[in-house]
């Protein structure tokens, strides 16, 4: 079974301009998360779909982040513009079951803001 | 609100010897706990989880935690420590009502040592 997948794996921007990231769950998970990971510190959730509808995007810095998942499987983060604190890995993780605990993390992209 | 903490940001081993690695909760009503490890350049990769039942969960890799809802603390355990193991680990923690988010605490990077 594959796991989720991410793309980029690594970015390096500048500062207020944009950025976008890419993910794939595993095949028939239908909440997908993403988090920000600053480094020394643990994952951030950022925002939770499941399946296309958003349920908590309480942390996502509205005026400059967003997201989507318009069909229900892969979603795209953006950032507009880039700020110098951006700069972390952003973490997809998917699970079967929203009330299901585990999460199932990708590799991660890897963001540098200069 | 929720909590989590790893009060250890590293932790030595001796190759062979065994290893712990602290993590206490705070959590309204009962807990979901977990166990992730990360290496380097990868994304977290699911352990082990507590959800109810026995204290003692076994995971992956040989790894097992202790449920200890008096002391509120979740530590992650292996009898027998391999330099493989040198990774960072964290806890996580969320809450048993549906829209519960998953804390992370800000994990502890463990060194085996040859």
């Known amino acids: 079974e594959a796991g989720v997948a991410q793309s980029p794996r690594y970015k390096i921007i500048e500062k207020r301009q944009s950025v976008a990231f890419w993910c794939n769950p595993i095949?028939?998970?239908?909440?997908l998360y993403w988090y920000q990971q600053i480094l020394g510190q643990g994952p951030k959730l950022l925002i939770q779909?499941?399946?296309?509808?958003?349920?908590?995007d309480s942390q996502l810095p509205k005026d400059r982040f967003s997201a989507e998942r318009l069909k229900g499987v892969d979603s795209t983060l953006k950032i507009q513009p880039a700020k110098l604190e951006d700069s972390a890995v952003y973490l997809c993780?998917?699970?079967?079951?929203?009330?299901?605990?585990?999460?199932?993390f990708g590799p991660g992209t890897r963001l540098t803001v200069t | 609100a929720q909590s989590v903490a790893q009060p250890e940001d590293q932790v030595n081993v001796a190759e062979g010897n065994p290893l712990t690695v602290k993590c206490t909760y705070s959590?309204?009503?009962?807990?979901?706990l977990f166990w992730y490890v990360q290496y380097p350049n990868r994304g977290l990769q699911f352990l082990l989880k507590?959800?109810?039942?026995?204290?003692l969960v076994k995971g992956s890799y040989g790894f097992e935690a202790e449920f200890n809802k008096s002391q509120t603390s979740f530590h992650l355990k292996k009898p027998s420590a391999l330099v493989s193991d040198s990774a960072l680990y964290f806890c996580?923690?969320?809450?048993?009502?549906?829209?519960?988010?998953?804390?992370f605490g800000k994990g502890t990077r463990l060194h085996i040592l040859p």
């Open positions: 996580a923690v969320r809450g048993i009502l549906g829209d519960d988010k998953i804390i």
């Open positions: 779909f499941q399946n296309n509808g958003v349920v908590d």
């Open positions: 959590v309204s009503g009962n807990p979901y």
């Open positions: 095949s028939g998970h239908a909440t």
């Open positions: 993780a998917s699970s079967l079951v929203r009330t299901g605990p585990e999460q199932y």
């Open positions: 507590y959800i109810t039942g026995d204290n």
